[in-house]
């Protein structure tokens, strides 16, 4: 007995050594960070086990956990991997500029078993080849067309909200228009499939995110076995599938059109179009709908949360919502909304920009060092990870004054000249920042400009305090928010 303990203490201290071996220069690093060395890190766990101390079941409450009792910036360990965790603008800008920092950290390898294929997560040369030939669905003509089609489609939003009136889950509800509108307008697919199978993608698309979800939180759970083995794993597997025919059938339907067309606008390819010109030469019809599923889900979830934390915080300040009403009467009235009105919106894009800094729907980055990057006081090592986190930057009193108040005047033109630019990093910065701002912008615009002449809207809230976030890649408050729509009387 007392030589097995002796044979296990031994084999854990090898183990150690070995690792504090390897990892000598991390752990060198990780030392000179101010906050550096608060609790020891264990082979093949890193600091994973801090969740459970903190009781923190995602990334955003235990990064709240470590800055109420040691501050930014901060070391973690995703098993063996490194992570030197920022909220610094200056090195903010530093990392996302940096060619040589481009690439995911490995904390984004749980969601390879879905987008390995996709713009998200693909790496180097095939990265830049992908962002080249994609940043051309994004053109400013495109969007153009694109204004339109939101328009029409929050037209049917305030037709539905007239009967809904008090959306059971309000982040839900707006998801789902989200896809919709993505659907609609980027892809085009949704002129050959009937409304119920738009919905049923849209809706298998938030639920696997939902799945992957619970499945960033379980560390040690590989998604394979999970796909595989577990009941919930094998569900995912099967409304992935079913996804994939539906879009499938909408692509194919696409092909044709484009062969029976012989010359179709070299300007004006929505994203779908793109997707099967690039898989010409290098993209499969799985790989073509995993890049597609891609998108729909870059831009379902990340635009549909800001609308509805939009909603809920007009509801909550009721003087700030007379004023986006006033602004949308002023500009537009009663007519159509079009591209021409969305830059005179000025204060209802700053609601937004606001509801965007204190709820930044992906409230942190990782990019992997791929050298050694001098950061100015430092020099983080290459391997590392660099986690950014864009949550704590935006509400970081040093940039913002008050920062947890709401207050839309901190972007009006007049005032964002006393912005540091990385201290609004909700699209991301730098070179691989989103592809899809200004669609993304663009579609909540129109939309809380439609509602907002259409409702008032309204919310028990009293505090953003009061809301308890929680986050995986996206970030959702934990409980349902109150918000209710009524009818604006016409004057
Ligand atoms: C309010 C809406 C949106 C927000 C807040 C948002 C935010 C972001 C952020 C923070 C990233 C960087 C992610 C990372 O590096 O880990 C990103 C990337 C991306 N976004 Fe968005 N996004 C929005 C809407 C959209 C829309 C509507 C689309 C497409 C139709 C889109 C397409 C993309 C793509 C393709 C990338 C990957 C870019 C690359 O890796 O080169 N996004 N987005």
Redesign the pocket.
Known sequence: MIISLYLIVFCMCAFYLHFVYRNWQYLKFAWQVKNGFWYPVLPLVGTSYISLLSGSKNIISLMQWIDKIKGFPFNLWYGDTYMYITKDPKEVKTIVNHPKCVN?APL?DKFRFIFEHS??LVQDET?RK??KH?VM??KSSILKNNIYIYYNHSCQLVEDLKSVKMPKDIFRYCDRY?VQS?FLG?TGISQYLSSNEVEKVGDVILDIQDLIKSLVVTPFLSPKLFLTYFPAGKKVTKMLQEAKEIVRYGIGHKKNLLKEQSEYLENGKD?LELCLDYGKDDLDDNKIIQQVE??AS??SD??G??LAFTFVLLGMHQEIQEKVYEEVMEVVGDKDITHQDLPNLKYTEAVICET?RLF???P????RCDEDINLGTKIIPKGSSCIIS?FHVQRDPKYWPDPLKFDPSRFLPENQSKINQFSW????AG???????A???A??KVTVANVVRNFKIASDHKSIEEFTLTSC?TMTPKENLDCRFSAREKL
């Open positions: 995911k984004y713009i998200i990265w992908q962002r994609f669905g994004f989200a993505f980027n994203l891609l998108f870059a831009a990340t635009a949360h800001t965007l930044p729907i992906i942190t980055l990782g990019r864009i990093i909700g699209f991301s070179l691989r920042d989103c592809l899809g701002k669609q993304g912008l579609m909540i890649l």
